[in-house]
């Protein structure tokens, strides 16, 4: 079993709060996760129906049959249960007595802010990080990570990246949006999402993707919450300080897992990525992910954004970090180039208090030239 990085922080948590939560987008290895750090606790899946109904039937003899310590996986099925937990660790005032784990943003937001604000940890776990799977002596070509992307299940099973992101896909459409939203368009909202992968890193037009997808602005919008309350893409917004009107306003989008995102816009080898015309844009994808799966691993804020002047010189990530501004420039190219850093140079003089500035690429890391650092994708420090 791969070891995730965020386990030092997820212990950590446990001995502090009498609840942690642990959220994240589903096949991420929540449960992986919880169940071998925390071995000896009880083991509820409230997928199940029937312990479902029994938590919403009657939550005291629930806990009572299920004690703690606990796991309880897909919570947000179980909202209800929130309450009595509330009521437990606040009489018994232990930690360490419960890990919930959930794939639903608003739903486990809400019930959180409602029973266990100041009562648990909150982590957020991705699939896998190029620094986990190093570790595990896994190495792929850039070709070969975009395509496969880092999906647990991929590097346990025999399962190929093109079955693993139709199930995954379908799985998706089928259960957890008509969870989240009243969906009765399928085709459409499939045609949308297909549409959306086509435009990651690029600034969203949501005005655009209704006339493409042929229907309304409030449905995209809406579907747009829908995939990024599920985890399934991430929103990159613009850095908000007030830089004047030269700096764009309109967010980026991004899939949380590339290989979904080559798999939604046709690729269905690793051979084929190199002469996709979108080879920049999941490069930037997978680069801007691993970015977030970094921090987010370190139980820290992603505190991430983008830079883009209304003429077109652009930071592709900037990080907030101990009140400076790191800036990232991403490039697909496996060729050394000076002036892949000129961006980097020339925005440098807008953001002011910049710190580290690094381009990320596809070929060696090359050290530093001219104040910026050259990094393989790969060996990416956040």
Not at 69 to 89: C, G, K, M, N, S
Not at 111 to 124: F, K, N, P, V, Y
Request: net charge neutral; glycine share 8%; charged share 25%.
């Amino acid at each position: 079993m791969i070891t995730r990085d965020i386990s030092e922080k997820a212990l950590d948590l446990w001995r502090k709060y009498p609840v942690l939560t642990i959220t994240g987008p589903r096949q991420s290895g929540k449960t992986m996760l919880a169940r071998s750090i925390f071995k000896g606790a009880t083991y509820v899946n409230f997928e199940d129906p029937e312990l479902h109904a029994m938590a919403r039937s009657d939550a005291r003899e629930f806990l009572r049959l299920h004690p703690a310590p606990a796991v309880f996986d897909e919570i947000q099925y179980a909202p209800e249960l929130l309450r009595y937990i509330q009521a437990e660790v606040d009489e018994t005032r232990k930690c360490s007595q419960y890990v919930l784990t959930g794939s639903h943003q608003p739903a486990l937001r809400s019930a959180i802010s409602e029973s266990l604000a100041g009562r648990t940890g909150i982590l957020e776990l991705m699939p896998f990080s190029f620094g986990e799977l190093a570790k595990a002596g896994v190495s792929k070509s850039r070709d070969e990570w975009i395509f496969s992307g880092f999906m647990p299940r991929l590097y346990d099973s025999s399962v190929e990246p093109t079955e693993l992101y139709r199930d995954y896909f379908r799985t998706y459409v089928e259960r957890d949006v008509r969870q989240l939203a009243n969906l009765r368009r399928l085709t459409e909202f499939e045609t949308f999402v297909r549409l959306l992968a086509g435009r990651v890193g690029q600034l969203l037009n949501v005005n655009s993707l209704s006339g493409d997808a042929g229907v309304s602005v409030p449905t995209v919008k809406e579907w747009l919450s829908v995939m990024e309350a599920s985890y399934v893409i991430r929103i990159l917004r613009p850095y908000h300080r007030n830089f004047g009107k030269r700096f764009v306003k309109t967010p980026k989008v991004y899939f949380t897992e590339t290989g979904l995102a080559a798999y939604l816009v046709g690729i269905r080898s690793a051979d084929q990525v190199a002469f996709h015309p979108l080879l920049g844009a999941l490069f930037e994808n997978m680069a801007v992910m691993e970015i977030l799966k970094r921090r987010l691993n370190r139980g820290e804020d992603p505190d991430m954004y983008f830079l883009r002047t209304s003429s077109g010189l652009e930071a592709d990530v900037v990080v907030e970090n101990g009140g400076c501004l790191d800036l990232y420039e991403i490039k697909a190219s496996s060729t050394f180039h000076a002036y892949m850093a000129d961006n980097l140079r020339r925005i440098s003089e807008f953001a002011g208090d910049a710190g580290r500035r690094t381009v990320v690429y596809s070929g060696r890391t090359a050290g530093t030239n001219g104040g910026v650092s050259f990094v393989n994708f790969a060996d990416l420090e956040v």
